[in-house]
């Protein structure tokens, strides 16, 4: 009994539990204070406390020497070349984005299907090809220590900062980042493949718009095509009094980027019900009811505060309204703004009849349509 008693009485090790990590290495930067943390007798810990006080009075935060090298060089061999072959594969994917970007359809629903598939799996395989290597690299090649660095004043001594410079030399040679250049060139290689998409999606913004922006495709004598059918329209043929149409330039049917800015809407009022005042700003005449024929007026379909399209109309109050903020215009007063976030009214586009009494306009809109901010392009 009395020799169990002195086998169990003693200092149990601790025991260690199938799935947990093995016990840290020592802290670097606690000289040996580390291997006697796990003594539990009152030496152990006084020489520890002791340790850790001269640290903290002394300002020595890097007595230990952090390893070089990995413990097996063989491996550490083998995975700095499977490293170099994931950047590499990372810089190849990388140009496999470029390629696709530039490469591949986008006109068709399938080219942008491919487009897709082809620019998610190169950039999937770039990012997944850095990060494997990159955690290889820490997990292979860099020895795994734990450094401590107690606090301090935010100015460090001279005796601290040259302290500092020599660990951080440790730490790049430990990083294996300066011993092992295919590792490092590859590495720089595998992120010159992601940079380069970024400069060609920069470099496919095309050139500033200038005062692009400030025109449309309408000119003398184009015809105004009822949008989806794309034929002409006379006066006669839009009788129904309250009723809205969608137009788009003759020509220009097919072009998605000028209909993005040409595309007007037409309106027909009862006699006596449109009021469009004839307004100018200097020279250059704004809005009129000389620009309307047999109380038909067309009007921007683009709104005025950030470009939705203007689709919504109320016949018993003439109010146009644009569904993303509300804002509303009277139609029957030069689209004036009654109600919402739009700094101005929806341009006018000026109209008449050809020979054949179709309508077409008289010329482009005198002032810049869509969003306020389109303006600041410089004079027209």
Known sequence: MSDET???????????????????????????????????????HGESAGKASDVAETGEHFEGKMPTEPENLVRAKRAERLIAALFTLAFLAGCGFVAAYVGLDKHTVDGVLRSNLGLGISLSVALLALGMGTLLWVRVLMPNVETVEERHELRSETKDRQAFEE?????????????????????????????????????????LPGTALRHTVWSPGRRLLVYGTNQPLRPADFTAPGGLITIVPDGFTDDAIALAKATVILIRFRPGELAVPTIYQGNTQLYGMNWTVENIVAYSKICTHVGCPVALYE???????????????????????IFG???????????????QGYLVARSDFTQPVGPSFWERGGPL
Request: charged share 20%; net charge neutral; hydrophobic share 30%.
């Open 6 to 44: 002195e086998q169990t009485s003693g200092p149990v090790p601790p025991r260690r539990v199938i799935g947990t990590p093995p016990p840290s290495p020592p802290l670097l930067g606690l000289g040996d204070g580390g291997r006697d943390g796990g003594r539990d007798d009152d030496e152990g």
């Open 167 to 207: 660990y951080f030399k440790e730490g790049a040679a430990t990083s294996q980042f300066v011993k092992r250049p295919l590792v490092r060139r590859t590495l720089m290689l595998g992120t010159l493949g992601l940079a380069a998409p970024a400069i060609v999606l920069l470099r496919d913004m095309g050139t």
């Open 315 to 337: 016949q018993t109050t003439h109010h146009i309204l644009c569904p993303c903020h509300q804002s509303t215009f009277d139609a029957s007063t030069g689209a004036n703004v």
């Open 341 to 355: 976030p739009a700094p101005r009214p929806l341009p006018q586009l000026p109209m008449t009849t050809d020979a």
